[in-house]
Structures are given as structure tokens and as C-alpha cells.
């Protein structure tokens, strides 16, 4: 993967945000900085995508627009679906746009 290898601080964040099982006692481990990180690996995969079937965006604003949609798409699911209502969704919005802000910069 471009961006984020799999051996990656996002890589390792998103694994261990999918190994969340519900329970009270894995709730306190979760922080905005855990979900922003699994959103960023999973937005970085989803740009990769969309770059193979579209072409790369003309622009590094276009370029982190389109990764802000896909981080906030993917944080907004897991707050629904995971019942993460009581952690700052926006702050952890946030924390993966600028994660993934400073990994595109290097394309453009």
C-alpha cells in the first residue's frame, strides 16, 4: 500500500479497532486517536482505489477532500454501527484528516 504499510501506526490501529468487540471493557481503549488512525488506513485504501479507477485528482485539496470523505465515511459507520456515541466523533474526524493530509503531501 502507498501511504500506510501494513506494519504502519495506522495499519496497527485499525486492526486492533476492528478486534473491538462491544464490550464495556475494550470501550475505554478506544480514543479519538485510535479511530482516526484505523480511518486513515481505511481511507488510504479506498484513495488507492478510486486513484486506479479514476486517475490521480488534479489537485492536493482535491486529494484530501476525497480522503476527508472517505475517513469521515468510514468513522460515521463505526460510531453507528459500533455504538461509539459517547467519543468525539468530530475530534477523531479531525485527527485523520490531518494524518492523511501529511501523507498525501508527498504526491503533489
Known amino acids: 500500500?502507498?501511504?500506510f504499510d501494513n506494519d504502519s501506526d495506522q495499519?496497527?490501529?485499525y486492526d486492533q479497532f476492528q478486534?473491538?468487540?462491544g464490550s464495556e471493557e475494550h470501550?475505554?481503549?478506544l480514543s479519538h486517536e485510535l479511530i482516526a488512525g484505523?480511518?486513515?488506513f481505511e481511507a488510504a485504501k479506498a484513495y488507492e482505489e478510486?486513484?486506479?479507477r479514476n486517475g490521480q485528482?488534479?489537485?492536493h485539496a482535491k486529494a484530501k477532500e476525497i480522503l476527508a470523505g472517505f475517513a469521515g465515511a468510514f468513522i460515521d459507520r463505526e460510531?453507528?454501527?459500533k455504538g461509539l456515541d459517547f467519543i468525539d466523533r468530530e475530534e477523531a474526524k479531525r485527527h485523520a484528516e490531518r494524518q492523511l493530509s501529511d501523507a498525501s503531501y508527498q504526491d503533489y
Open 19 to 21: 478486534s473491538y468487540n
Open 79 to 81: 460510531f453507528e454501527t
Open 38 to 40: 484505523a480511518a486513515s
Open 50 to 52: 478510486h486513484v486506479a
Open 27 to 29: 470501550k475505554a481503549k
Open 11 to 13: 495499519a496497527q490501529a
Open 1 to 3: 500500500m502507498g501511504w
Open 57 to 59: 485528482p488534479e489537485s
